[in-house]
């Protein structure tokens, strides 16, 4: 069949087999570029390794250090009359590739957040690598049903204590608007924790240590935003920003567990602004990053996924160094991001924005074609005139 894009909000309802595994392509011949990660991880497991953050992470460490990775998501399979999810087609893209490559890759498509997936993926590594040195948690989901009670907690976007107000963009339509977006309740705010929070990454590190799988001096990460005061009422100090405030509360108590395997170490690491499937929900984010794009590719500082987590793992995470961490103990990739020009930059166009000078003001054009490769269009060398088989198996 032809696949087209079909835009509907802040999702693309169609994606392109052959579009996506271009874009895994890209994204591996960009970690190749910048050389092979010494000491880097060998065994790696990448809880959200789909799409986005997670993707780029396991594409970093296969392509950039050698690493056996298991990737686990939750993505759809195409069916009769619908096609498969993005993550999907990149999946089996990233583990045709890593294979090829004579790189282990062995993917679990389930809940992340059920006790079974957490015992079928210590199972496999107990079968396949004995042990993991690196565990990515890079979830961004809207719901979490609990291991425990089986109550389904559904995340919100929402500000704490006061309405928030601010100017948005549709960026399917370029409208640009102000929007209010009423504060959540208490129940909303103990939800979005409940999903977003730490207690899932806690449990999955409990649970491999619980199974002595985690390797003596072990690295575990989890990601989060921060961002300019332009956003902090709705992302920061809104619902999201408390259940972050969770997650590295969680971190300081895996970090205890962690050097109880010697040199252990768990690490929160604050990345930059991205175009992902996630982010484009949030309201007013997607006109910050428009903002930030052309601030930051004037400048030639700008990165997408790739390159942030190519950064991370060689400069940072293994860069056999000292970490450079922040006052909160984090790392820093969002630095090129919030230096004082570029938010000096976001600061003076934020407020002349309008859905006239939208295009010359902002990066709109490429929000929309980052926007749209997530989904594996507008890939050189794709024919998107062809017939595209959309029926493909999870390898
Ligand atoms: N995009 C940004 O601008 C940005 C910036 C900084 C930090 N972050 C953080 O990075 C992390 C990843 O975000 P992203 O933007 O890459 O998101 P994304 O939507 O691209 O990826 C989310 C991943 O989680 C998986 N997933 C979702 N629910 C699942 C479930 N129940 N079980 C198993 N897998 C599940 C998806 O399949 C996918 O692989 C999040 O913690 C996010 O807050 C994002």
New binding site residues.
């Given amino acids: 069949m032809v696949i087209k894009p079909r835009v509907r909000g802040f999702v693309c309802v169609t994606s392109h087999p052959e579009g996506c595994a271009a874009h895994i392509q890209q994204q591996i011949d960009y970690v190749k570029s910048k050389g092979s990660i010494k000491d880097g991880p060998k065994n790696v497991l990448v809880?959200?390794?789909?799409?986005?953050?997670?993707?780029?992470s396991r594409i970093a460490a296969a392509f950039g250090a050698g690493s056996k990775t298991i990737g686990?998501?939750?993505?759809r399979p195409s069916e009769e009359d619908r096609l498969g999810t993005a993550?999907w087609y990149n999946t089996i893209a990233f583990t045709e590739k890593a294979r090829a490559e004579g790189l282990y890759a062995r993917n679990f498509n389930?809940?992340?957040?059920a006790n079974e997936?957490k015992e079928q993926v210590i199972a496999a590594i107990k079968e396949d690598l004995g042990q993991v040195d690196l565990v990515v948690?890079?979830?961004?989901?809207?719901?979490?049903p609990h291991p425990d009670t089986g109550t389904v907690h559904k995340s919100v976007l929402k500000p704490v204590g006061q309405t928030y107000s601010n100017r948005t963009v549709d960026t399917d339509r370029g409208v640009v608007s102000d929007i209010s977006i009423d504060p959540a309740s208490e129940a909303e705010i103990a939800d979005t924790i409940a999903v977003?929070g730490g207690d899932d990454w806690e449990r999955w590190m409990n649970a491999l240590n619980d199974a002595d799988v985690l390797a003596d001096g072990a690295t575990t990460v989890?990601?989060?935003?921060i961002g300019p005061e332009v956003t902090w009422d709705i992302y920061k100090n809104g619902t999201?920003g408390l259940a972050?405030k969770d997650?590295e509360a969680a971190c300081k108590r895996i970090d205890a567990l962690m050097k109880t395997k010697g040199y252990g170490r768990a690490l929160i690491s604050?990345?930059?602004?991205?175009?992902?499937?996630?982010?484009s929900a949030i309201p007013v984010?997607p006109l910050y990053?428009s903002i930030l794009y052309k601030l930051m590719k004037a400048k030639g500082t700008h990165e997408a996924?790739i390159e942030q987590m190519q950064r991370l793992f060689a400069d940072r995470l293994y860069s056999g160094e000292a970490l450079d961490l922040d006052e909160a103990g984090r790392i820093r990739v969002?630095d090129w991001e919030m230096q004082d020009d570029i938010q000096a930059g976001v600061k003076e166009i934020w407020p002349q924005v309008t859905t006239e000078n939208l295009e010359a003001l902002t990066d709109i054009a490429g929000y929309r074609e980052e926007f749209l490769k997530?989904f594996g269009f507008g890939l050189p060398g794709i024919d998107y005139e062809a017939d595209t088989e959309p029926h493909r198996p999870m390898i």
């Fill in positions: 809880i959200g390794s789909s799409t986005g953050f997670g993707l780029a686990v998501f939750f993505e993550g389930g809940d992340a957040f997936t948690y890079s979830l961004a989901s809207p719901r979490r977003m989890a990601y989060t935003y999201i972050k997650l604050v990345n930059k602004a991205l175009v992902s499937q996630a982010s984010v990053i996924c969002d997530m």
